[in-house]
Nanobody, 123 residues
């Protein structure tokens, strides 16, 4: 069982930066693949980034590649998403999620979810 709590969302102007954090409970955090997803109003939840259990491998959606960086600290049970050069289209509720197994792109593969944190980018 893993419980996830996101933080770090807020309002930022286009071109600005935010760093999201996700704190996880449970002694098995280091065995989970961790992902970030986002959901804008009226849209489906979409994949943003994923990191392997060791932190050695990462994958990104094309829309954020080169602007966002996912990282994790297994000693502190945290995963982060550094978001730079933010655009209005990045506005969404951002969720972290945990999965056992492979580095999945699809939300239904993830077993545990946080409550989400709002990111709003003004133009």
């Amino acid at each position: 069982q893993v419980q996830l709590v996101e933080s770090g969302g807020g309002l930022v102007q286009a071109g600005g930066s935010l760093r999201l954090s996700c704190a996880a409970s449970g002694r098995t955090f280091s065995t989970y693949v961790m992902g970030w997803f986002r959901q804008a109003p009226g849209k489906d939840r979409e994949f943003v980034a994923v990191i392997s259990w060791s932190g050695d491998s990462t994958l990104y959606a094309d829309s954020v590649k080169g602007r966002f960086t996912i990282s994790r600290d297994n000693a502190k049970n945290t995963v982060s998403l550094q978001m730079n050069s933010l655009k209005p289209e990045d506005t969404a509720v951002y969720y972290c999620a945990a999965a056992e197994g492979s580095m999945y792109y699809t939300a239904y593969e993830y077993d545990y979810w946080g409550q989400g944190t709002q990111v709003t980018v003004s133009s």
